[in-house]
Every structure is written in structure tokens, then in C-alpha cells.
């Protein structure tokens, strides 16, 4: 198992000074498979993505990358990654289709190979028109693409994405999910982090639930629903909420499969959202507002760890 | 539509050595082609200017200096403090930027490009932006009648080491602080005297005897001796191997601060 694995992780751990960020995790990623870090800000997912892409030294534990050792073989592990970092680190002063063909010199591509190939990324990420432009002017969402395309001029054996879609727009996420999904059809390693349960589902085949440097689950977006959650989820919100949640929780008691009292509403977990909301009415509770949905990785997460993904 | 697969990229299967340096000049240089006009005033119109209005305006009272006119007198020393104030500026700002802003080099770390690589690049390029700046302001001189010897061509390689000597460590400095507020203090302690009191417009035996070891630490004097010997075509007054000595010390001792402190600040 350990041989196929791109990323094969025992007890890995990453602190600064006192503070540890990477708590003994364990990791193992097929070739082909798009895995995800679900968690919140500070959940050690940037710190452990940076310990893949070679850049940042394990304090402790086993970390092999490729089948290499990223002490030893650091650079030669990074020529076969494509990284697109949490925060852009585009050259603003160069030119969009310049700050391919300048990155892929890095990888040791020549220059008429780069130039071709940054056409063919531009087109993929629907940046063609933009290619002479300057990189300033460009939105959130189109500086995101460019930096996935410049992760992908070296082609890749594995793709690092961490939270690919932070602070962009509900339509300029859909756009860049949408050329991760093809990349992904293509058979492309990617492993990406993110603190959006929608983007964790949609994208990734596996994933590990990550908090305070510690991996709390692991397993298919499904699976993980299944174990942790039930099928549906009942949003029950009072008119004289906030303090009093907890009491109406106790009256709930019973009700599905468990009671979750949250500071602006109460969750029901049930797999038949309905037949619970009967219950409720039958127990003589009149919630103002009332909402049956699917269960998600944001009730996993709450499950696992009390708390919200996003606060 | 694009597909991958479609070009299969072709890389070394163990990259040369040289090879990531390369790529880091080559982006300073495109840098450099998008950018260059802006530098022109700086580093070429201005010390024209210096020389136009200090040798020959201030010249006429000065009269001649050390047996030779002013003019020919300063040129060695507007040359080198051209080069010097390029290499402070190029390794300033832009270096702090792409640490903190840009993040250019964490960029390039990400690559198979290690600190030294960066550092190696920053430096062969800024010894090619200060070798185009002395060519231009070399051949406007040779109008003025400001050279007076063939060994004039030994500035090439006396800028070149000056650069090494200087940028390494300015380098190394703009790696180590989080504000450009400290640039500030670098300006006015080092910058500063390092160009009032390194020879470029007067002899340092005109200093009081307190203050002369600051021209003689500076690496700015032996840049600015050995430039004028060659220009004047007559011998310094230290022996050659000490100044290039001194100059590779510099050198030297900020590549290794340059590569260590970029490696730390890379790697966390
Ligand atoms: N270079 C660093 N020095 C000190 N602490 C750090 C450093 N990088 C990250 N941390 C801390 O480690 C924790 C995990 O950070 P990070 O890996 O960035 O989390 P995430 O990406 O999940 O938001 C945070 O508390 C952060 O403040
Ligand atoms: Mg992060």
C-alpha cells in the first residue's frame, strides 16, 4: 500500500516552537484520487500541505512523497507537484501568459515548449483573451485560474490546492470547480483543503475531517454522512430562541436519533426529517420556522467536534 | 479545448544545477523588459546629470584635484556610487516584496528552485542591470573626454565585484526584517555616508582623521580607488589586492549570510 501511495504519511507532526499545528497525522493517497482536508482556519491543514509540497521540514513522524523522501529528495519531488498556495503569489508585473512561461523555466521546460503549453492553460481555464493582459486588473476568481493553470505547467504527478476557492464569488467558485472536476476526470492527483463542506462533496472521492492538528474522520463524503450523521437534518428555530434552545432540546429528547441545541437553532437528526417534524407538533412544540434538508459534512464536522466549519 | 494530455512535458529527469538559476535570471530579466524605462532616469540620466552639473559646474571653482581636472577626477566616483545605488535598490524593496507581498520567491521554492538558486539568480542579474548602466554612462563619458586610460575597461569588472559585495548583504538584510521601516535606518546610517565618504567627490584625506575608517570600511572607497586608478590610468594608492580583497570579503561573507538567511526565511 505504502508504495503506490503518492502521499504516505505515519504520525506526522509539524509544531513551531511550543505550538503544534500537525498532531500526529496519518495519510495515505492513491494515484488518481481527489482527496480533500475538511476543517476550519487553524485546523493545520496549510501547515501539513506545505510539509507535502516539500517546502516545510516535519518536526516528527514518516513522510514519504512519490515513493521519495522530501528531506533528501525535496527537489526532486516538487518537479513532479503542482502547487497553488493558499495566498496567490503571482508576479503582478508580468504579463498572464508570462507568468506561465516564466514559472515553467523553473521546472526546466524550454521556451518554446512553455509558450505552448501556457496557450493550451489559458484555454483551460477560459483565460485566453486575458493572455497579454496584466495579472493587477484581474478578478478574484480569474487570478485563482491562472494560478491552478501555473500549478499545472510542468504536468503534474500530483496537485496540491490549498482552499482553492477562499474569497471568491458563489459563480467564480462554481467556474473553478468546475475545471477541477475536469482535471480530476483526466485522472489527475488532486488533493486540496478547504473549510466549504459543498466544495469537500462535490469534489473529492475521500477526505479527512481535520481539527485542532488531528485527523477526527476519514472516508468517502457518503460514508462519512453515514456514519457520523443521519439521512436528514430538521432546523427548528424558536421565536424566543438563543437562551432558551436548551430547554426546548430537553423537550425534544427522544425525537430521531439525536438533538443538537446551537445558540440560533436547535437540529433534529433523524433519517425521516418529516415523521420527526410530527413528533415535534405532537409534543406540543411550535417552532417558528421549521426546515427539513439532507445531511451534510457541516453536520459531520458539528458532530465531531461541537463546533461550526465556518464561524 | 485543451486537453493535458495533448503535450506531454518533456523535463530533465535530474535537473543541472544551473539550470533553476537560469529561470530566476530569466524572470528578473522579463521583469526587467516590462519595467526598464522607469529605471532610465535613475540609473543613467541622473549621473549625467551629477557630472554635468558637479564636474563641470563645480569643477570651475575646484579647479583640479589630485593633478587632474575635476571632471576626469569624479567620473570614477559618480560610477561607482551609480552602481552602488542600483544595487541598494534592487535589493531593498524588491526583495522584501517578494518575500511579504508578491511572494515571488515562496513561488519559485515551490518549484524545484532552492534559496541559493534564488539568491545566485538576483545577484547575476543585478551584475547584468549594473554592467548595462557603467556601459552607458562609460560610452557618454568617453564625450566629455572623462577617461584617460584604456584600463577604463577594469570598472567592468571592478562594478561587478562592487555589486557582488553589495547586494549580497543588502540582500541578505531585506530578507531578515518583516517592515520596510527598517529601510529607512539602512538609508540613512549606511547608504548615506557610504556614498559622502567613500571618495566619490572628495579625496578621503580632506576627512578628519576620526571619520576616515569609514571610507576605509566601506566597500563603496575600494570600489571608488581602484575605478579612478583605472580611469586615470595611474596606480592606487593601497595595493590592488588589498582592495579586491576587501571587496571579495564582502562578497563573500554576504552570499553565505544571503543564502542562509533566505533559506531560513523559505522554510517554516
Ligand atoms: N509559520 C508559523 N509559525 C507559527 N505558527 C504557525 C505557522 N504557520 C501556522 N501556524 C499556526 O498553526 C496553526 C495551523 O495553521 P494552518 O496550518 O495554517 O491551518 P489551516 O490552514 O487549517 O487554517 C494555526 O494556529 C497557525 O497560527
Ligand atoms: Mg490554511
Redesign the pocket.
Known amino acids: 500500500m505504502a508504495d503506490q501511495s503518492l502521499i504516505f504519511a505515519r504520525g506526522l507532526v509539524k509544531r ?1 516552537g511550543d ?1 503544534t ?1 500537525v498532531d500526529g497525522i496519518d495519510l495515505d493517497v492513491a494515484p488518481g484520487e481527489a482527496f480533500g482536508f475538511l ?1 476550519p ?8 500541505m506545505r510539509m507535502i509540497g516539500c517546502v516545510s521540514r516535519p518536526t516528527a513522524g514518516q513522510l514519504r512523497i512519490l515513493g521519495m523522501d522530501p528531506v533528501r529528495d525535496g527537489t526532486r519531488i516538487r518537479a513532479r507537484l503542482g502547487v497553488c498556495p ?1 495566498l496567490d503569489n503571482l508576479d503582478p508585473d508580468l504579463s498572464v501568459r508570462e507568468n506561465l512561461t516564466t514559472y515553467a523555466r523553473y521546472f526546466g521546460v524550454s521556451r518554446a515548449e512553455a509558450r505552448t503549453r501556457a496557450d493550451e492553460l489559458l484555454e483551460f481555464v477560459q483565460l485566453s483573451d486575458r493572455a497579454n493582459g496584466k495579472v493587477e486588473p484581474l478578478s478574484g476568481g480569474m487570478k485563482r485560474r491562472l494560478t491552478i493553470a501555473r500549478a499545472m505547467v510542468n504536468d503534474p504527478d500530483l496537485v496540491l490546492l490549498d482552499e482553492p476557492t477562499t474569497g471568491l464569488d458563489p459563480q467564480a467558485r462554481h467556474l473553478v470547480w468546475e475545471r477541477l472536476f475536469r482535471l480530476k476526470q483526466r485522472g489527475t492527483t488532486l488533493v486540496l ?1 478547504t473549510h466549504y463542506m459543498d466544495e469537500a462533496e462535490q469534489l473529492c472521492d475521500r477526505l479527512v475531517v ?1 481539527d485542532g492538528g488531528k485527523i477526527v474522520a476519514e472516508g468517502s463524503p457518503r460514508s462519512l454522512i453515514q456514519n457520523y450523521s443521519t439521512a436528514e437534518v430538521v432546523e427548528l428555530r424558536f421565536a424566543d430562541g438563543l437562551d432558551s434552545n436548551a430547554q426546548y432540546a430537553a423537550k425534544l429528547d427522544g425525537i430521531g436519533e439525536r438533538v443538537d441545541p446551537l445558540p440560533d437553532r436547535v437540529l433534529l437528526y433523524a433519517d425521516d426529517g418529516d415523521e420527526a417534524v410530527a413528533e415535534v407538533h405532537r409534543r406540543g412544540l411550535t417552532p417558528a420556522s421549521v426546515l427539513v434538508r439532507r445531511s451534510t459534512l457541516e453536520d459531520v464536522f458539528l458532530h465531531l467536534t461541537g463546533r461550526t466549519l465556518v464561524d | 479545448m485543451m486537453t493535458t494530455e495533448s503535450t506531454p512535458v518533456t523535463r530533465a529527469a535530474d535537473p543541472p544545477r544551473l539550470r533553476p538559476v537560469v529561470a530566476i535570471v530569466e524572470r528578473y530579466l522579463t521583469l526587467y523588459r516590462r519595467l526598464w524605462q522607469a529605471s532610465v532616469f535613475s540609473s543613467f540620466i541622473l549621473p549625467i546629470l551629477f557630472l554635468v552639473s558637479i564636474g563641470i559646474g563645480v569643477g570651475g571653482y575646484v579647479g583640479s584635484v589630485e593633478g587632474v581636472d575635476y571632471l576626469s577626477w569624479i567620473v570614477p566616483g559618480v560610477l561607482v556610487s551609480t552602481a552602488f545605488q542600483i544595487c541598494v535598490g534592487e535589493s531593498t524593496y524588491p526583495v522584501l516584496g517578494d518575500f511579504k507581498w508578491v511572494r515571488a520567491y515562496h513561488a519559485m521554492r515551490a518549484a524545484p528552485v532552492s534559496p541559493k538558486d534564488i539568491v545566485h539568480g538576483h545577484l547575476i542579474y543585478m551584475i547584468f542591470r549594473v554592467e548595462l548602466a557603467i556601459a552607458a554612462f562609460l560610452l557618454v563619458v568617453v564625450f566629455f573626454d572623462g577617461l584617460h586610460s584604456p584600463w577604463a575597461l577594469a570598472t567592468v569588472p571592478i562594478c561587478a565585484l562592487l555589486t557582488a559585495a553589495v547586494v549580497t548583504p543588502v540582500a541578505a538584510f531585506a530578507a531578515s526584517i518583516e517592515s520596510d521601516s527598517y529601510f529607512a535606518l539602512l538609508f540613512r546610517f549606511v547608504v548615506i555616508p557610504a556614498t559622502l565618504f567613500s571618495g566619490v567627490f572628495f579625496p578621503v584625506e580632506q576627512l578628519p582623521a576620526a571619520i576616515r575608517p569609514v571610507a576605509y570600511a566601506s566597500p563603496v572607497w575600494h570600489a571608488v580607488e581602484l575605478s579612478r586608478a583605472a580611469t586615470l590610468g595611474r596606480a592606487p594608492g593601497w595595493p590592488i589586492l588589498v582592495h579586491v580583497g576587501y571587496l571579495l570579503l564582502w562578497a563573500v561573507v554576504g552570499l553565505i549570510a544571503a543564502r542562509r538567511v533566505f533559506a531560513r526565511r523559505l522554510e ?1
Open positions: 513551531f505550538f499545528a476543517g482556519n487553524g485546523a493545520g491543514k496549510s501547515s501539513t493558499q483543503t481535520m | 517554516d
